[in-house]
């Protein structure tokens, strides 16, 4: 079967740290863009940040720049999104997502998604 799980939400104070494990299970992440979304409450779903699997290149929303930090452990099979500095606005269910292709696309690309980890950023 093939899934993705995210793990490391939590409830954290503005200012503080997370970092968000995506782990594959059934295929290998190498070959796959990873991508991270988020969706707010009463807000659609927003592409985070996202890592391609051709280079290795980076991307991130405006909004999240100079903050999040996407990375890959391909000995674990996992990508992981460091969040530093977070604010409340970063508040959010965050998705991990696998595209068979070797660049980030947008999130209709995407053949694989996880369940989400509730990310929380409140004093």
């Known amino acids: 079967q093939l899934q993705l799980v995210e793990s490391g939400g939590g409830l954290v104070q503005p200012g503080g740290s997370l970092r968000l494990s995506c782990a594959a299970s059934g295929f290998t992440l190498d070959y796959y863009a990873i991508g991270w979304f988020r969706q707010a409450p009463g807000k659609e779903r927003e592409g985070v940040s996202c890592?391609?699997?051709?280079?290795?290149?980076?991307y991130y929303a405006d909004s999240v720049k100079g903050r999040f930090t996407i990375s890959r452990d391909n000995a674990k099979n996992m990508v992981h999104l460091q969040m530093n500095s977070l604010k409340p606005e970063d508040t959010a269910v965050y998705y991990c997502?696998?595209?068979?292709?070797?660049?980030?696309?947008?999130?209709?690309?995407?053949?694989?998604w996880g369940q989400g980890t509730q990310v929380t950023v409140s004093s």
């Open positions: 997502a696998a595209f068979a292709g070797p660049v980030c696309r947008g999130s209709s690309w995407y053949d694989y």
């Open positions: 890592i391609s699997s051709s280079d290795g290149n980076t």
